[in-house]
């Protein structure tokens, strides 16, 4: 199965999102029956960790490591200053300080840009707000997924939301104007308040089945 680990908007800032879509020039594009693979609302999402392909019965060590993921999310274990005198012992997983509990970060749709070039053309919007935060998220799933032993795709991560994938069928122009517009974008701000484990089932229409859910 294929799979990745995601955060999902709330209504109100999808909502936001997708009227400032259908203003851009591959909005247009897409309501004049040009196909430029808008992105279904259900599917918009912002990607924490990719996997790709993962056999069935690996299912729980990803659940697992997930788990693991948010828990230490939610109290991430206090470092210890070194000392000159004598070095630090190992940190403990178990039994060991905690921080108070982080809240869910805070992010916002703003600026944008585009992967690939020709035929594999991508539009995205970027995130703003506590991005940071957002990073130490994916950190540590990663980091979890990797004492699983568990693969995923290492490159690193580049916060974002797919709006569309319209390939070599908008012109260079249309999409520097999407670009220059997607510039002076600013949509509400919004909680991440769960990381989410997704399988994807590519095709021309691509659709998503949310196979688990943990609260940040």
């Known amino acids: 199965m294929r799979l990745f680990v995601a955060v999902y908007p709330p209504p109100e800032a999808l909502d936001d999102i997708v009227a400032q879509t259908r203003r851009l020039r591959i909005g247009a594009a897409a309501d004049a029956g040009i196909n430029v693979r808008l992105a279904a609302r259900s599917n918009l999402h912002v990607t924490v960790a990719f996997l790709g392909e993962v056999p069935d ?38 039994g060991e300080p905690q921080c108070a509990r982080q809240r869910a970060p805070r992010l916002q749709f703003g600026g ?10 991508v539009l995205w919007v970027g995130l703003l707000g506590e991005v940071d935060a957002l990073r130490r998220l994916a950190a540590t ?11 995923f795709d290492v490159r690193p991560l580049r916060p974002h939301l797919t709006l569309a994938r319209p390939g070599d069928r908008l012109d260079r122009d249309s999409l520097d104007e999407d670009l220059r517009t997607l510039d002076g974008y600013l949509g509400p701000s919004w909680p991440a308040t769960e990381l989410v484990l997704v399988r994807s089932h590519l095709g021309p229409r691509p659709t998503y089945d949310r196979l688990a859910t943990w609260p940040l």
């Open 57 to 94: 019965d690996r299912l729980p060590a990803v659940a697992e490591a997930l788990s693991r993921a948010v828990a230490l999310w939610h109290h991430p274990p206090v470092r210890r200053r070194r000392s000159a005198e004598r070095r630090p012992a190992p940190v403990e997983r178990v």
């Open 141 to 151: 799933v990663r980091r979890e997924l990797r004492r699983s032993k568990v693969p």
């Open 112 to 121: 944008g840009g585009r992967f690939g070039r020709g035929r594999f053309t």
